[in-house]
């Protein structure tokens, strides 16, 4: 499935609801290097157009694919500069 | 020897993309010398101070600086709850004129209701693992937030600024804000 990119680092933001994943998603990225890929596991539904939204909004982060799992949602995202 | 000269101007020119990052460079000089930046600027005025108005500017603070905008909440009359450190842990409801209460209004005025329905509401954040308005403050002032108690109602409520969270910017007023507003690409007022 992700054979396209390497993840660098997993966060675990499982229970967390608004804005909480993309707080914490914003803060795993500033922690790293440019090209790394964060993992996101989130079992908020809102993360999926959360994350997608902050993603375009935001300098410096791509949002690489969005998994819908059963009760987990997965996100890729990376650091671009 | 005049011929040549042009050829030897065209050896020594630079390249589209050396002046192309030269153009970037002297940009990045002007925007950091005018202390202008690309980053998106949002300005919230924070007036309430019950449980769940507490809530958006909190949540739309955070989000925005996870957008890297440049956040300032400027908090005044009631709102000052929300930065106070003791009064911030013990924010109410307000049951009367809230029709999305189960309580109707006839008893939502009787002593005591806010209690219950501020336990209510507390058992429904802790329930839904939502952030609690300390943790969300907490998260926007590591986050660069710059969160302001607006000087005259904090001498209306009496408050010292010892009060406030640390990080909380005091002494300012309405020209403050009004001025974050007029240089915002976003103002709100909740």
Same mark, same amino acid.
């Given at each position: 499935?992700?054979?396209?990119?390497?993840?660098?680092?997993?966060?675990?933001?499982? +229970?967390?609801?608004?804005?909480?994943?993309?707080?914490?998603?914003?803060?795993?990225?500033?922690?790293?290097?440019?090209?790394?890929?964060?993992?996101?596991?989130?079992?908020?539904? +809102?993360?999926?157009?959360?994350?997608?939204?902050?993603?375009?909004?935001?300098?410096?982060?791509?949002?690489?694919?969005?998994?819908? +799992?059963?009760?987990?949602?997965?996100?890729?995202?990376?650091?671009?500069? | 020897?005049?011929?040549?000269?042009?050829?030897?101007?065209?050896?020594?020119?630079?390249?589209?993309?050396?002046?192309?990052?030269?153009?970037?460079?002297?940009?990045?000089?002007?925007?950091?010398?005018?202390?202008?930046?690309?980053?998106?600027?949002?300005?919230?005025?924070?007036?309430?101070?019950? #449980?769940?108005?507490?809530?958006?500017?909190?949540?739309?603070?955070?989000?925005? %600086? %996870?957008?890297?905008?440049?956040?300032?909440?400027?908090?005044?009359?009631?709102?000052?709850?929300? #930065?106070?450190?003791?009064?911030?842990?013990?924010?109410?409801?307000?049951?009367?004129?809230?029709?999305?209460?189960?309580?109707?209004?006839?008893?939502?005025?009787?002593?005591?209701?806010?209690?219950?329905?501020?336990?209510?509401?507390?058992?429904?954040?802790?329930?839904?693992?939502?952030?609690?308005?300390?943790?969300?403050?907490?998260?926007?002032?590591?986050?660069?937030?710059?969160?302001?108690?607006?000087?005259?109602?904090?001498?209306?409520?009496?408050?010292?600024?010892?009060?406030?969270?640390?990080?909380?910017?005091?002494?300012?007023?309405?020209?403050?804000? #009004?001025?974050?507003?007029?240089?915002?690409?976003?103002?709100?007022?909740?």
């Amino acid at each position: 499935m992700s054979a396209a990119f390497d993840i660098t680092e997993t966060l675990d933001v499982k +229970g967390a609801s608004c804005p909480m994943p993309v707080v914490k998603t914003k803060s795993a990225i500033d922690g790293l290097d440019a090209g790394d890929v964060l993992e996101v596991l989130a079992t908020d539904p +809102g993360s999926v157009s959360d994350i997608d939204g902050w993603a375009s909004g935001t300098p410096g982060v791509e949002l690489l694919e969005q998994e819908t +799992g059963e009760d987990v949602y997965t996100h890729y995202v990376r650091k671009t500069e | 020897m005049s011929s040549g000269t042009p050829s030897a101007a065209t050896d020594d020119s630079p390249s589209r993309a050396e002046l192309a990052a030269r153009v970037e460079e002297l940009e990045a000089t002007i925007a950091a010398a005018t202390g202008e930046t690309d980053r998106k600027k949002m300005s919230i005025i924070a007036t309430k101070g019950t #449980l769940d108005m507490a809530y958006p500017p909190l949540i739309l603070a955070s989000t925005a %600086a %996870a957008f890297d905008f440049d956040v300032t909440v400027f908090h005044t009359f009631w709102g000052l709850d929300i #930065l106070h450190e003791e009064r911030s842990k013990s924010l109410k409801m307000s049951s009367i004129g809230n029709p999305s209460l189960p309580v109707p209004n006839a008893l939502a005025a009787l002593p005591g209701m806010d209690r219950v329905t501020t336990k209510l509401m507390e058992k429904r954040i802790a329930d839904n693992d939502t952030a609690t308005v300390a943790e969300l403050l907490e998260t926007s002032l590591d986050m660069g937030v710059e969160f302001q108690a607006c000087q005259m109602t904090m001498e209306l409520m009496d408050y010292d600024e010892t009060d406030f969270h640390d990080g909380v910017t005091t002494g300012v007023g309405a020209a403050t804000a #009004l001025q974050d507003m007029a240089d915002a690409d976003i103002q709100l007022l909740v």
